[in-house]
Each structure stands twice: as C-alpha cells, then as structure tokens.
C-alpha cells in the first residue's frame, strides 16, 4: 500500500500511488515528515514551510527547548534561534515500503555534537485513515544530558492545518471529554485530537501516547492557533539522560478522513 522513494534532500512517502507525505532532511535546520495529504491532496499538516507565525513549526517535527550537554551551554532545537541548535540528517539506516529509520544529530550551531537521534516512522494504511508510528530514540553519547523544561515543548509536535485550528472552527479535545485549548492544554490524557472540516469532510489528527513512555500519560500543549504537541517536560520536570544510555518515546498518529 505504501512505496518511500528517496528524492536527494527528501523522502517521498506514497499511498495508494498517490503522494501522502514528504519527509524532508536537508535544507531546514531540522528534519520534519510534511506536509500530510488527505486522498484528495488536501493538507492535514500545515504546508508552507516559510510561514513567519511560528516558522520552525513544520507539519510533523521533533526538537525540544532547552538541551543540555554537561559541561556546554545549553541549545534550542525548537525554537531555531540563530545561537540555537540544528538537528542534522546523518544517514538513513533503513528505508523499506512501509517504514524508515533516520540517524541525526543534535548539534550547536558551532558544530558541537550534543545528542544522537534515532527517528522511526511507521505507515499503516486503515480504513479512511492512515495510521503514521513515530519512535524516537536520544542517545547520550557524548555526555551526559539533561532535557530541562521550558515552555517549548518536545520532543514531537505536528502543527496541523489552518482549516484544523481551533480559532478557526476546528475541535481539540481528550480522551477525559474535554474540549478546546482552555481545557485541554496543559491536561494528561492517553491521547489528543483536532478535527475539522477540509474540502467538506470532515477529518482528524489523533496522537495516541504509548503506556511505555516515561511520564505516560503526557500532558499535552495544544493551542487554538495550531499547535499539537506532547509536553511532559514543562508541566512534569527535566529529564536526564546518562552518558551511554538512551531514552525512547513513541506515539500513534491517526491521519482519519472519516471524523
């Protein structure tokens, strides 16, 4: 059901025959899988990559605030500041028809290695839905690491499309049956949504925490402006990685076009 055809600087991901996403590693100061198609070519995602509002919120993307290798300043690969940090593509280390594997690291804007990453991206095509698994993995290879907790989240995000956002008709809401920005953000759940309407159907975003993640259920930062984001470090505390050791997050994203 699904063929990922490398295109030099990005990934093209196909349902179907038809293009559902792009997953781009070169060009950007990190990699994102976006924009997200419906059957029709709508955008599930937010696609004008160069968007001013929020520019460093790319469809589907992975960073976080505040980064912290022993003994170095700190680097934020979230925001994308100009003294931040970048996420770099390093190597695919699969690339099958349903699912590939990214290496990158997280570097200073000086070149200085903080972070390995290992990003997997799973695709299960569904009835009028299509099931996207992430699996991200951090590797302290370099030292030990403390992901601290600032009001930026990470490590996984989408920002969803204009059509989707909450002050512009689209619903967010949990699993406890909680509705809108004003009473889900900042909330644990096993999972979050928008919904709305594109092209006349309506359609969903559903990120689904896994029970083995640290902190589960997350707390979640959603906003009526558009961003989806699984945010335990802000609401629960920094977390530190060991020289060595690793920490692994994984969620479920349901890309539905039937409610």
Known sequence: MFSITDKDGYLEISRRGALFAKYVYRG???PFLGPVLTSD???FTRADEHNPEHPHQRSVFVGHGEVILEG???IDTWNEPKDGGIIQHVRFETIAPERFIALNVWKSRDGVPYVDERREFVFRDLDGAVEVDPK?????????????PPKEPGPFAIRVAD???????????NAEGLVGERECWGKVSPWCKYSGTLG??????KVIDDPSNVDYPTAWHVRDYGLFAANNFYF????????GR??????KIIFSEIG
């Open 200 to 205: 006349g159907k309506h359609v969903s975003i």
């Open 28 to 30: 950007y100061p990190k």
């Open 136 to 148: 991200i993995t951090l590797y302290a290879t370099y030292g030990k690491i403390t992901l601290a």
């Open 72 to 74: 170095r300043p700190p």
């Open 163 to 173: 059509e989707l956002r909450g002050d512009r008709g689209g619903k967010i809401e």
């Open 236 to 243: 629960k505390g920094s977390r530190e990685i060991e020289v």
């Open 246 to 251: 690793s920490l692994t997050w994984k969620f």
């Open 41 to 43: 070519g709508l955008t």
